[in-house]
T-cell receptor, first 116, second 113 residues
């Protein structure tokens, strides 16, 4: 079965520091890639998605992610984080083929905690 | 603004009760999903529906059932609630296209006592 791995379950950083949240997936066949953010006691919101074209994708709140086909990775980055970025972040993948109906496979999530 | 609405944010039920969690979307999406979210376990798919009256089991369907009588509404049913079903439940909907992604509701935090 296809899988998505978020390599860090928790990432603590200080405010204004850069951050990278790592995501790898199991197969390099045609994929669409997504990052979602979940603030405390809320549902998930779409941060950004990669469908095709430029491998660097920009999203909301200053986040960006880079698609690397050879390494089957889609890491999320922000050059300078704020306290308000404290949340859980989920990577998700949609694979081609089969009767997927557009279903996503999610990673386990990474809790980003920004300290003052 | 497009929405997925879950009927309750917080719910407390007793062991053995039959529990209904309701989800309504206003985007004319074909697909609807129920997930449960527990610390350290990420999102686990309970059931999925790709059309009215159509459903598929997800990864953890035991102890749950679903109903989709209308396109906009997808209900999750806990037949006999147990304490190990205490969790955050998330509903999502989408079009059946790989490039679309999901829209999520705000979640229902269910406590079974």
């Amino acid at each position: 079965a296809q899988s998505v791995t978020q390599l860090d379950s928790q990432v603590p950083v200080f405010e204004e520091a850069p951050v990278e949240l790592r995501c790898n997936y199991s197969s390099s066949v045609s994929v669409y890639l997504f990052w979602y953010v979940q603030y405390p006691n809320q549902g998930l919101q779409l941060l950004l998605k990669y469908l095709s074209g430029s491998t660097l994708v920009k999203g909301i709140n200053g986040f960006e992610a880079e698609f690397n086909k050879s390494q089957t990775s889609f890491h999320l980055r922000k050059p300078s984080v704020h306290i308000s970025d404290t949340a859980e972040y989920f990577c998700a993948v949609s694979w081609a083929g089969g009767t997927s109906y557009g279903k996503l496979t999610f990673g386990q999530g990474t809790i980003l905690t920004v300290h003052p | 603004d497009v929405k997925v609405t879950q009927s309750s944010r917080y719910l407390v039920k007793r062991t053995g009760e039959k529990v209904f969690l309701e989800c309504v979307q206003d985007m004319d999406h074909e697909n609807m999903f129920w997930y449960r979210q527990d610390p350290g376990l990420g999102l686990r798919l309970i059931y999925f529906s790709y059309d009215v009256k159509m459903k598929e089991k997800g990864d953890i369907p035991e102890g749950y059932s679903v109903s989709r009588e209308k396109k906009e509404r997808f209900s999750l049913i806990l037949e006999s609630a147990s304490t190990n079903q205490t969790s955050m439940y998330l509903c999502a909907s989408s079009f059946p296209y790989r490039n679309y992604g999901y829209t999520f509701g705000s979640g229902t935090r269910l406590t079974v006592v």
